[in-house]
């Protein structure tokens, strides 16, 4: 199964029509989570919203994942190791408040299993070539950096008020 | 919950704006707050209302987040009341620092970029989530 999604905050009509008007060449299922747009796919099988819980089962189901350049999307499928395809929202378009998806696909490009279409012709060449799963990464280092520098703040502080504390995720 | 690691287990209390998203993490005990996004003025009341009623009602000696728009009012009246504060700029932000990551610099002691080419003087890297 192949999973499309555009997150839920933003209606994304362009892709959405676009991913319809492929997924018969395809030769798999396409599932598609839609968001607040208002097209109705007729070739895939759509859901306006899926939860959390449902949205990393079908992520754990899918072949491939073909995404608006929306972070949570990011993080999922570099955890459960699927090739993804990012299709970024134009702020030309109205499809975002700017053009930080065009940047943050700028950013990742090239990263293992991150592959980026800018329109239906490379959506359609990408969707259906082979696409091998990321290989697993063992350790990210910039991530446990982070990590460390984001204790230790807390650490020092945690000391300065005596141990008795609670913070805000 | 990338971060999860860096805090505390006893002592860390989680607010989200998604109950199933805490539910799929296996956080208990968890706060919810209203989502918003300057877009939508009203939510976006709600949404500040209830993170000074949280924070009032917590008085956390320090507040961690990665944004947005609830999160920057929690780390913000979190600091009014005494907190320490940690802004991480989304890691969306790649070609300049957020809005809200803006509006929170004066009220974060400790204000980290995850892009290294966005490093400037108050604007640290440490390392990236993703």
Not at chain 1, 18 to 36: H, K, N, W
Not at chain 1, 62 to 91: D, E
């Amino acid at each position: 199964m192949i999973l499309v999604t555009v997150g839920t905050q933003l209606p994304f009509d362009r892709f959405v029509r676009i991913m319809d008007r492929l997924a018969p060449s395809l030769d798999e299922d396409v599932f598609a989570q839609t968001g607040r747009g208002s097209y109705r796919p007729v070739h895939m099988r759509a859901q306006q919203v899926v939860g959390p819980i449902e949205f990393e089962r079908l992520i754990e189901q899918c072949s491939r994942i073909v995404s608006h350049a929306g972070i949570g999307t990011i993080v999922m499928a570099q955890k459960h190791r699927k090739p993804l395809i990012l299709f970024p929202r134009l702020g030309a378009l109205d499809e975002h408040r700017n053009d930080h998806q065009l940047a943050t696909v700028r950013a990742l490009r090239g990263r293992p299993g991150i592959h980026c279409a800018n329109d239906e012709a490379e959506l359609a060449a990408l969707v259906g070539a082979p696409l091998p799963a990321p290989e697993p990464i063992s350790d990210l280092p910039e991530r446990d950096r982070l990590r460390r520098a984001v204790a230790g703040f807390i650490g020092e502080q945690h000391r300065l008020f005596d141990a008795k504390g609670s913070r805000l995720v | 919950m990338l971060l999860r690691p860096a805090l505390p287990g006893d002592h860390v209390i989680f607010a989200t704006t998604n109950h199933e998203l805490a539910m799929r993490d296996g956080v208990v005990g968890v706060h919810l707050l209203p989502d918003a996004n300057r877009d939508e003025p009203r939510r976006a009341l709600a949404a500040l209302l209830a993170s000074v009623r949280l924070v009032w009602r917590l008085r956390p000696h320090v507040v961690v987040t990665t944004g947005a728009l609830p999160g920057l009012f929690c780390l913000i009246v979190g600091r009014l009341l005494g907190a320490r504060t940690v802004w991480i700029d989304s890691i969306a932000a790649s070609d300049r620092p957020s809005l809200s990551g803006a509006l929170a610099r004066p009220f974060a002691t400790r204000w980290y970029t995850q892009w290294q080419h966005l490093q400037s003087p108050g604007r640290a890297y440490e390392g990236a989530l993703l």
